[in-house]
């Protein structure tokens, strides 16, 4: 139930993460109004009592000015705790009756708070506003709507009932994924329960599990060099992100290839993937979050802030939640300016701009005082009616006037406002809709009286890293015009238009996609870093069963910013694991038992057509490497991506170079610069033409005697070798490979 605790923590963390002394300040602001209600204190949970005390002591209402006790932190408080009271209340059980069961319908209360009004139809005959998505048991979806005149939802589920064999007194659970997206759920009643609780089991899975038991949330890619791992990243996350249109090009084409790059760098562009390489310098710091030294914009002066490392970033915005406007249609950004704002200060006195912003529709500017600018049309008008209260300006480039002249003249009808949260994160997304009016705050009486009408497109809850809009940070300034290629288009484009339902068109080439809100994370090179002083804590909350949502979620707090954290479980983690660097025996067993192992062996059958002058280069690949297993072992083979550029250029001057400058080096690194077991690799042993061999020990009885005299040369072994540059623009130093195998 909720409560005081409850509701304290709930300021506390994120997205709000309220100072202690304005959380004191609403939760004394709320016992204001419950005790003028008479209601006791954090006992009010009723939905439509709730919105009637919102209307009743909000900006208007006829108790407004008791809901702006203490500067409008109690209208403020009352309203955080009606969505603390929603979030607490995210899900319906409804009990079935024989005659739910027999006619397939789920009756819904007409006291509720999981469907917005807006998804209530009068009647059959009078469709609802917006129709929400029911994800069911059987991985299929309904789009319906509910009937306020029979109070239950209007699609029927007659076959879905007796598909799952439900009976009288079974129970459906109705979830809230996301606005206007729900999953359905059966809980089946034990026959011999008696009690009145405990009784239901779950009997079916729900398609969102359905959907991420088809690839795990952690899986490496391992084998030797050159077989493709990091190449095959690429199918694997398309896979996870865009598996239609993977599977439409999946045909191993270089046509195929194109089309599936095309798409993965839109994803990447996107935000919906990110790369990055361990090595040994890598560290938590980069990896979760750590303390960077900055230079003040304005002052100068050297801070210290947390920033995100990567994996934390993607991690928020995964677990972000996105509130939609009404109406809200795809959207282009031509014609259109981007501009930067900010609402407040999120740990001042005056964080509930925000947040009154958002119920009223507008944003408001703190500067340019009580005036009204209506009648200004350039920057010494505005500069003229500013100087009545502050006296002359000497500065052309003053701020406050600089700011009022954007609200007012600059800022059009249709232009996108996107309203910051500090430096390095953002919280909502707007459209202008109006034109500029004065319009005093009650709370205050000379600053936010400067108006623009909004409709908020999009809202985020935790906020969205700068990365997921911009390059680089935020500036302190207000309000200011977000250009390229500071802004990158593709990604606002995508924010504003991505749904998990919605078809929208690649750049590039004329097939659609669907785009999801999964996540991938792409490691390159996973074991060459320090995996404990990497993941730190976290490599226990990638685990699926302790991610959020799980039975047996976990979060920790971080230790730089002292926030709560834990990985959502829409976040996939792809590595890549060179097998020659570490083998897998040797690998950190905490990653081993975490992660999903895929073999990526040589694929000997990519190079079977492949020949030069009668010499078949996917069989003297596959006699090399069966020599290497015997030799070192299988984690030490060559891949077969070494030999496909000769797919393009079959001629002896691509092979030498490949067997030259990338084959003889890497069997060098591998053997330790022993010679002779690469000859053996080479079967230079069984040759007896010495100018076939690709290195080949010199000839002469005398050699070591003329070296070291006598005496010293008969204590020694002549262990040198020579390369044969010839040898490797010879053809029949390669057919000689396979002489004997």
Known sequence: MPNEQGYRDYLAKPPHELTANTINSYCSGLNHLF????IPPYSESDPNRLDEMLRRYGIGGTEAEIGSYGNGSARNALRHWADYVASKQNYLIVTLTQGAIDNGYISIPKIQSLFPD??????EHHPAQQQFILLRPDNRSEQTQLLKNRSFIHARFTSLFQQYELHEGDQVQLTRLEPYRYEMRFLKRYQDCRAAKGCFTPVSTSRKDAAMSNAPLNQILFGPPGTGKTYNTINHALAILDPEFFTKHKDGSDTARKALKVRFDELVK?????????????????????????????????????????????????????????????????????????LGNTKGGDAHIFDDCIEQGVIRLGYGGAHDYSQCKSREAVQAVLERTVGKIDNSYDYTVTSVVTLVTRMKVGDLVVVTDGNLKFRAIGEITGNYRRELHPDYTDSYAQVRPIKWLSQYSHSLPSSELINGRFSQMTLYELKA??????????????????????NGNNNTSTVSDKRVLIIDEINRGNISRIFGELITLIEPSKRQGADE????????SKKPFSVPDNLYIIGTMNTADRSLAGLDIALRRRFTFVEMPPKYKELKKIEIENVNIGQMLEVMNQRIEVLLDRDHCLGHAYFLPLRQDRSLDKLASIFRNQI????????????????????????KDKSLCFIYQPEG?????????????????????????????????????????
């Not at 979060?555 to 730089?560: F, I, N, Q, R, S």
């Open 664 to 687: 003889l080096p890497l069997l060098q690194e591998y053997f330790f610069e022993d010679w002779e077991r690469i000859s053996w690799v080479l079967n230079g042993h069984r040759v």
């Open 35 to 38: 005790n003028h209600a008479g």
């Open 701 to 741: 009885d005398n050699r070591l005697t003329k070296l070291f005299g006598d005496t010293l040369a008969e204590q020694l072994e002549d262990r040198s070798w020579t390369l044969n540059p010839d040898a490797f623009f010879n053809i029949n130093s390669y057919d000689q490979i396979l002489k004997g195998a």
């Open 485 to 506: 290629p500071t802004l990158v288009p593709e990604k606002l484009l995508a924010l504003l238009n991505a749904s998990p339902n919605q078809v929208v068109k690649s």
């Open 553 to 560: 979620a976990l979060e920790v707090v971080l230790p730089y």
């Open 270 to 342: 996107a935000g919906r993937i990110d790369f990055v390489t361990f090595h040994q310098s890598f560290s938590y710091e980069d990896f979760v979050e750590g303390i960077r030294a900055e230079n003040d914009e304005d002052g100068g002066q050297l801070k210290y802030e947390v920033v995100d490392g990567v994996f934390k970033r993607l991690c928020e915005v995964a677990a972000a939640k996105v509130t939609r406007g009404d109406g809200h249609n795809i959207m282009t950004l031509a014609g259109r300016r981007v501009w930067k704002m900010s």
């Open 118 to 123: 807006d998804c209530i139809a009068e009647d």
